[in-house]
């Protein structure tokens, strides 16, 4: 197969045209998800603990890392991938083919131009937003038509939609990053649930990218880190994307240890819990449920020198 590679340079300019703040440290780029929280890409790339350097990723604004690591570095999780270069219905599970094939019927799906998404992308954004309980936030269009405007002139970055009787009833946004394509973005529009446009949308985009060879796999992202998200994973899996076993990791800097650890990061979650911010309590949640749950770094190495012996 005749892979395209796309450089990770091109979505790190992406990400510094959104405001993110991104660091090459170890042939491997960083960036802040949010504030203080930072992360790995290419993210179909694991690293060993025992390579991160937390002083030179997190530096002074940073507060924790979280990455994929092998296997025992962390806890175990999963990334959703599909690398079937012969994708076609036999990959679907039995229920997701016919919400596939009456989405197609239903759908006109085609890539589209991130131009077509400052007109009509917008209202999708707030509809998914509104469905999963999530606030919409006040500098909505503002976020977004700055990033159209940044995915648009980043290679490997490419948009497809789906039509129902001319209005955009779902679109989804893919960056290609060496050989993978990340499907980052899935939005679509609450009136026209009924007719499957991400069903037929996801079907027709993995369609095309795996048979294409530009691509070695398309991936949906790692496991969150909340809990909840069951019927999402379901989705992937019944549209044939499978889970790739790997470690998730996180790392808190040094000077926050003595006030975030394995004994305080429940009380802040409830602490966060009170101030009434449901989405970054779920987080904090989880993401104090994995750092008790991972070996230490001191358990990491014993374990290495017990297999070396």
Not at 252 to 280: H, K, Y
Request: proline fraction near 3%; charge should be positive; aromatic fraction near 10%.
């Amino acid at each position: 197969m005749s892979t395209e590679y796309v450089s990770a340079e091109h979505y790190a300019e992406f990400l510094e045209r959104l405001g993110h703040r991104v660091r090459r440290v170890n042939d491997l780029y960083w960036f802040n998800t949010q504030r203080g929280v930072y992360t790995s890409f290419p993210f179909h790339r694991s690293i060993s603990c025992s390579e991160v350097s937390r002083a030179e990723i997190l530096q002074k604004d940073g507060l924790l890392l979280r990455y994929g690591c092998p296997e025992g570095e962390g806890v175990s999780s999963f990334r959703m991938l599909c690398s079937n270069p012969d994708y076609d219905f036999p990959a679907l599970r039995s229920r997701t083919r016919t919400q596939v094939r009456r989405g197609l019927e239903s759908c006109r799906v085609e890539q589209i131009d991130f131009s077509l998404l400052h007109r009509r992308g917008l209202q999708l954004n707030e509809d998914t937003l509104i469905r999963q309980g999530r606030s919409v936030p006040a500098d909505l269009e503002r976020y977004w038509t700055g990033f159209y405007d940044a995915a648009q002139r980043t290679a490997g970055a490419e948009a497809w939609g789906a039509f129902v009787d001319g209005d955009l009833a779902a679109y989804l946004i893919s960056f290609a990053i060496e050989d993978v394509a990340n499907m980052t973005i899935v939005r679509s529009s609450t009136a026209h649930l009924g007719c499957y446009p991400n069903n037929a949308l996801v079907f027709r985009f993995l369609q095309e990218r795996l048979r294409s060879g530009r691509v070695r796999c398309v991936s949906y992202g790692y496991q969150s880190v909340q809990s909840g998200t069951d019927s999402l994973d379901q989705f992937k899996s019944g549209m044939g994307f499978v889970r790739d076993a790997v470690d998730q990791r996180i790392e808190i800097a040094t000077w926050a240890r003595p006030v975030l650890n394995r004994l305080t990061l429940p009380a802040v979650a409830r602490l966060l819990g009170l101030a009434g911010n449901p989405e970054q309590t779920a987080k904090i949640r989880g993401i104090a449920e994995w750092y008790r749950q991972q070996p230490t770094h001191a358990e990491i190495l014993a374990r290495r020198a017990k297999a070396a012996a």
